[in-house]
């Protein structure tokens, strides 16, 4: 049993899905139950002490805990400022670290948005999708998604290859940001993951959608829209994660959208399920 052994069942109580930890001071980003791919919405920091001791949370309910070696001993008062301290300095240093690299994605996203031609029409992935482009843009064979946040300003792109595959600028900002299709906002305002998705609702429904780009993005958006518009009916359509949550008893698309509905006072709209993959 390592030093550590405690430190680790103390995150794993709490929903953070880690293997091993680092106990150098600094602040470490872990996934969390119920994070979307790629999200990490879980952190802690852990000091080697004497004695060792730590904090850990989740950026996305709010929780923050401190832990200690030694069992249930309380932290002396001492010991409570000194891991505070260490707590707020590695946030404010890993704030700094993620607001160069976000400045320098959107400055590359920039660069590429402005140097693309308007979406071809007959490219395959909308060809697949049956879907319009709705102003996306296109460089070198892939299709250029905006992000942007309340104010449109452009802060990050995703891209779309031919044959689906999507990616986002490296350092780039997404939490809150989407991408808007239909401008005229009116009683109803939908809300889905993927541009495919939000580009069918519009077509079907004729009812603004949002491109949230990950189930972990649905309530930032959400809540971004609830303050631009208090009295549009916003709808959270979800993708319904039915493989997902057989192999890991958690459904993300499905719960992240339920947990945006409650957040804006919303609803959750689904697609009728069928059978689910082996």
């Given at each position: 049993m390592t030093r550590t052994d405690g430190f680790i069942v103390a995150l794993r109580g709490a929903g953070l899905l880690?293997?091993?930890?680092?106990?150098?001071?600094?602040?470490?980003?872990?996934?969390?139950?119920?994070d979307a791919a790629g999200q990490r919405s879980g952190w802690y920091v852990l000091h080697p002490g004497p004695p060792m001791a730590g904090a850990y949370g989740n950026w996305k309910t709010g929780a923050n805990e401190?832990?200690?070696?030694g069992g249930d001993a309380a932290?002396?008062?001492?010991?409570?400022?000194?891991?505070?301290?260490?707590?707020?300095?590695?946030?404010?240093?890993?704030?700094?670290?993620?607001?160069?690299?976000?400045a320098a994605a959107r400055q590359l996203?920039?660069?590429?948005?402005?140097?693309?031609?308007?979406?071809?029409?007959?490219?395959?992935?909308?060809a697949a999708k049956g879907i319009a482009a709705h102003g996306l843009r296109q460089l070198h064979g892939s299709l250029l998604v905006p992000m942007r946040d309340g104010e449109g300003r452009l802060w990050s792109l995703q891209s779309i290859d031919r044959d689906g595959s999507k990616r986002f600028l490296t350092g780039g900002r997404k939490r809150g940001l989407y991408y808007a299709i239909g401008?005229?906002?009116?009683?109803?305002?939908?809300?889905?993951?993927?541009?495919?998705?939000?580009?069918s609702v519009f077509e079907a429904t004729g009812y603004p959608t949002a491109v949230a780009f990950d189930a972990g993005n649905l309530e930032p958006v959400a809540r971004q829209l609830r303050a631009k518009f208090p009295h549009a009916l916003i709808v959270l359509c979800a993708d319904d994660d039915a493989a997902a949550a057989l192999r890991l008893g958690v459904n993300p698309g499905l719960t992240n959208a339920q947990r945006a509905a409650h957040a804006v006072g919303g609803v959750v709209a689904m697609p009728p399920r069928g059978p689910v993959p082996e």
């Open positions: 880690v293997q091993c930890v680092v106990s150098d001071g600094r602040l470490r980003r872990v996934r969390a139950q119920g401190q832990w200690r070696s932290l002396s008062s001492e010991e409570l400022a000194r891991l505070q301290d260490t707590v707020r300095r590695a946030q404010r240093r890993q704030q700094a670290e993620r607001a160069k690299r976000q996203a920039v660069g590429r948005w402005q140097r693309a031609s308007s979406a071809d029409p007959a490219h395959p992935y909308l401008r005229d906002v009116g009683d109803v305002l939908c809300v889905a993951e993927g541009f495919a998705t939000a580009a």
